[in-house]
């Protein structure tokens, strides 16, 4: 009876072996190189997401791959490893053409250029690949044709993932960001690990000005359980922007060297469609200010936004009405570089005059072992809607210092219940 187990142990084991060895064999590995300056990428590396991007491995060696059109990976239980560059062609009329990029980002109707989708998939730059966006071009080729710049208007995203379920993206470098660098849009259990965005003019014609605007970190839209680790974010506008309906979300080492601080929003944009955001953490944040020959804005710490109760016009770049709510939101362990405005809170954004107040309400915001500097005096200005003042609002070690001469301020108005600023005056109207 003995040597019959030892047998079947041994038979078992072997099947075992047999079975992940042939699996190994098995195994689609898709390997590219670039075809050289001047040539077009795009189709050996769609063949290759195409042979590999289900149960498989796509491995691109270092270099430039060059890419001409909008791009889609359906990604499947597999790994890319991506030690080279996608060069997205630097030509903004061409993909300004709403035929030559995606729109599945619903919210104000965002274009794409390169949309990952699918499920159980690492996509690993190795802190070397990523994309190149040729985002001087269109910097440049708005700022000196004085062209317009609206929500919607064409500009690119450049890494969108959209309809994702269990994805990791590691290692990740984006230079030179046209618009938003990335965006998460109706997916879940999605993993940002090492992510570097770099935004900065080096026209000089524009020195000292912001002609970066809405080259936002990441946006995440209509998604859950999202995190976001050590994030190097250069831009003008929103290091991270959690818009609606965005929950579970957990971000963590994030640098942002200028722009607009953290946002949560904006939000309320579509009458018909209530914004929730909830349980949000953002922890070990440093806000960085540029020389501002290059960069002239760090704005915020962490601001909270949202459209006015009334409707002004129509989204992508109007609206406003819509309801929902901000709740358990914790910002701890924030460094700030003479930010202009700490932490702010309003709810008057794209309103007017004479507009019915907000009825998306934030409560139970905690801002926890905060320091560093101001460029102004108030230190925290939390203005609520008197249509659904805040609760709960928590301060604890707010050590943020002041222009040098001035005594620290702290503006709360319709705010129903704050803990941790006794000077903070928790009444009055907006």
Known sequence: MRAILSLVVYALGYLVSSTIAAA?????VCTLRPLGPGK???????AAIARCGHYGRTVFGPGQYNITRKMTWDLVSSTVDLHGSLNFKPDPLYWLDPANTYRVIFIQS???????????????AHNAGGITGNGQTWWSFYSSTNRTRRDG???PVALTLSNVTRGTVRGFRIEGQPFWCNAVADSKEVVYDGMHCNATNEDPRFAGQNIVPNTDGINTYRSDKITLLNFDITSGDDCLAIKGNSTNIFAKGITCRGGNGIAIGSLGQ????????DNLVVEDVKMIRLDPQVQPNMVNGVYFKTWTGSVNGSPPTGGGG???YVS???ARRVSLDRVTV???VYQTNGGHSGDQPSKLQFSNLTFSDWTGSSLRNTIVDVECSPAAPCPNIRFHNLNVAPPNGTAPSYKCVNVASQFGLPACNATGTA
Request: charged share 25%.
């Open 153 to 155: 208007d064409g500009r």
């Open 342 to 344: 700490p932490i702010h």
């Open 110 to 124: 965002q274009a794409s250029w390169f949309v990952l989708t699918g499920r159980d998939f690492t996509l690993d």
């Open 322 to 324: 819509g309801g929902g």
């Open 270 to 277: 579509y009458a018909e469609l209530p914004d929730i955001v």
């Open 40 to 46: 077009d990428d795009t189709h050996q590396v769609e």
């Open 24 to 28: 190994a064999e098995a195994e689609n």
């Open 328 to 330: 358990n939101v914790v």
